[in-house]
């Protein structure tokens, strides 16, 4: 089939919810593609399904507008760090560092990683007044653009576009912020996902809402409260404020399981075996509770020396006559080392619960404190940062990291910051038998007193970088975290990926579009694709292949069509460069018919780089081929 696509200007994330609609309620789509609301509620009804008449729910300005964010295109491309990406420890990685704003990141990855994230954990800006969040959008649109789009009236565009612009911390501007990221965050969760949020007192009471709606409240799972600071500030105006909160929500509260905690050798060293029980080391319980009752009182006799016992006045025993003689036959029961004693039961630890409940108290002896978290940066890096990109401690992210996946899932932060969530799972794989592997975001954020953090000079001077952003900060450290587990556990590492491979978003061309369709007079040219560099193309490449539903971390193979070099990945050959000609052609058809490993399903050609006879010739010959082999492949024409 021939397909012409205008991709590149119009990468817009995955929408599952649309293609769910689509094949279920086609009916309900007119002809031109629009929803018919009324005929869809009149078919629920028909079946039963209660409408909620109750119009509670959370509203702020910018809402329309946050919508139309989480739907509206990319306005970048993504590049490789090459270099960086083919260093040894970094080629077959599965770890990934994105440099970039995090909207234009989940907007990429919303097609390839669709389901593919078990548990996410953000830690946002908590717009505390002094953390430097401010509402910032480049993207410009005007008052009829907006009215359209979020089908909202001029007054209201007007005011909307105006707090875009100002700069503004609002409660309104920071939820317009959460919201497209937590709703594309939300695709790419597996149905049995968790997602983890750090907040603090400023925006709790509107992420709660906020989740609610994005992620359901029937998905509500917990809201863990962490103590931050260990010592209570008697200099605090009211009250010492010494925690915070991470609230979990999950995909599907009914695919989602919560790992249990493990137990420690404290508690396992309360069981021993002074019997040389076969079934392994136990500890005694009670057998008898307060408050008399008739039937909880019998007696029962020693096997050992036939003393007979009675429950105390004032007590029951919990089993039952019948149980607890089977107990006694089962050897479950203890009477002392002489068999004197009173009869409690025994508990193996083989039949114990595996794990502890987690509990939504987080206290900082367990689960560390922030000055720990700067410490343990410090140690890395050297130097503070500012309050901005506070870190948290590894125990804490590693708790939660426990708590919510499996020990080879794909863990995603894209709120990265210093990058602890990254070298958590490193100390977490080594720690263990797991191969959990991680997705980190960071914007290039400059990092303001700058000469306040020894941590930003020295890395200045180390890594020889003029401005070093946070993005810097957090790269350094993965790199440092990783080193650090070579020297000190050489054993462990062994086997584990502790690389990552890098990629950054660049903006899109300004006035990237396919022809000028109106070419009036001060109509700029159209742009020149052809002219289009090594770089470009491969970044070109990188983002339709991920657009198409590759992961980053999967290479494409070179694949030589005798002197033209195509990319070939997941099925889909890319003919991204110029110079494609007839032999080229050739080859590539005798190629499909001899190797065995090659075997596209869409041939997909930048159009900018090829002549109409090229892409005519393509599309017949590949036709042809197709009929004569009984094969299909899509031929894509895409700029
Ligand atoms: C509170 S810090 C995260 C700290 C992190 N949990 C740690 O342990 O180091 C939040 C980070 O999010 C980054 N950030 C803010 N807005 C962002 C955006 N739109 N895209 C990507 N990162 C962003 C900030 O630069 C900041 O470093």
């Known amino acids: 089939m021939d397909i012409q696509q205008s991709l590149t200007d119009n990468l817009t994330p995955a929408n599952k919810n649309l293609e769910v609609l689509k094949a279920h309620f086609g009916h309900c789509f007119d002809k031109q593609g629009n929803f018919q609301m009324e005929k869809f509620q009149a078919e629920l009804e028909s079946s039963e399904l209660n409408f909620s008449r109750e119009s509670y729910g959370l509203d702020w300005l910018g809402r329309s507008y946050s919508r139309l964010l989480a739907s509206d295109a990319a306005t970048t491309l993504l590049r490789e760090d090459e270099a960086f990406n083919q260093k040894p420890e970094n080629t077959n990685s599965q770890n990934l560092l994105l440099k970039g704003d995090n909207l234009e990141i989940l907007k990429h990855l919303s097609h390839a990683y669709h389901e593919k994230v078990k548990m996410i954990y953000i830690d946002p800006p908590y ?3 002094g953390d430097g969040f401010v509402y910032q959008d480049d993207r410009k649109f005007t008052v009829k653009e907006l ?8 007054e209201k ?25 937590l709703y594309i965050a939300k695709q790419l969760l597996k149905d049995d996902g968790v997602i983890f949020v750090s907040i603090d007192d400023n925006e709790v009471a509107q992420l709660r809402l906020l989740m609610d709606e994005v992620f359901g409240e029937e998905n509500f799972v917990a809201e863990f409260v ?3 600071i260990h010592s209570v500030k008697n200099d605090a105006k009211y009250v010492s404020d010494n925690h915070e909160y991470v609230l979990c929500w999950s995909k599907n509260k009914s695919e989602v399981v919560i790992n249990l905690m493990s137990r420690t050798a404290k508690m396992d060293s309360a069981y021993t075996n002074i019997d040389d029980d076969p079934r392994g080391p136990w500890a005694s319980g009670d057998l008898v509770a307060n408050e008399e009752r008739k039937e909880g009182s019998f007696e029962v006799n020693s096997p050992i020396t036939g003393k007979v016992f009675n429950v105390p006045s004032g007590k029951h025993w919990v089993v039952s006559k019948a149980n607890l003689l089977e107990m006694i036959r089962d050897n479950r ?3 002392g080392r002489d068999g004197n004693a009173f009869p409690r039961k025994k508990r193996f630890l083989s039949e114990v619960q595996q794990g502890l409940k987690p509990s939504t108290l987080l206290g900082c002896k367990d689960f560390g404190h922030n000055q720990e978290a700067k410490r343990e940066l410090k140690a890395l890096i050297g130097g503070e940062l500012i309050a901005k990109h506070t870190p948290k401690p590894i125990r804490l992210i590693s708790h939660l990291i426990r708590l919510g996946s499996g020990e080879n899932d794909l863990i995603m ?3 990265a910051g210093t990058g602890t969530t990254g070298d ?4 977490l794989n080594c720690a263990s038998n797991a191969n959990r592997s991680y997705i980190l975001v960071q914007l290039p954020e400059v990092v303001f007193d700058q000469d306040k953090i020894s941590s930003y000079v020295e890395l200045k001077n180390e890594l020889g970088i003029e401005e070093p952003t946070i993005f810097e900060i957090t790269k350094e450290r993965l790199i440092r975290a990783a080193n650090k587990l070579r020297e000190e556990r050489p054993v462990e590492v062994a086997g584990k990926d502790l690389g990552f491979k890098v990629f950054e978003t660049i903006p899109l061309w300004e006035d990237y579009h396919h022809k000028a369709e109106t070419l009036e007079e001060d109509t700029p040219p159209p742009f020149r694709g052809d002219l289009l560099g090594v770089d470009d193309l491969q970044a070109l490449f990188i983002t339709w292949k991920t657009h198409d539903g590759s992961p980053l971390t999967e290479t494409a193979v070179d694949y030589d069509l005798g002197g033209y070099m195509g990319k070939y990945v997941n099925e889909r050959l890319y003919l991204m460069e110029k110079n494609f000609t007839t032999d080229h052609l050739v080859t590539l058809l005798q190629k499909v018919d001899a190797d065995a490993d090659f075997n596209p399903r869409a041939v997909i050609v930048f159009e900018s780089n ?3 006879k090229n892409l005519r010739e393509l599309s017949e010959s590949l036709k042809n081929f197709q009929n004569q082999k009984s094969l299909e492949i899509d031929f894509i024409m895409r700029f």
């Open 127 to 129: 717009n505390t007044g």
């Open 147 to 154: 009215q359209r789009l979020a089908g909202v009236t001029e």
């Open 157 to 181: 565009a007007k005011r909307i576009l105006e707090f875009t612009m100002s700069k503004s911390n609002s409660h309104s501007a920071w939820l317009t912020f959460m919201y497209p990221r």
């Open 226 to 228: 962490w103590e931050k």
């Open 333 to 335: 029961v203890y009477f």
């Open 413 to 415: 932060d894209f709120f």
């Open 424 to 427: 958590s799972i490193l100390r």
């Open 610 to 612: 090829f002549q109409s």
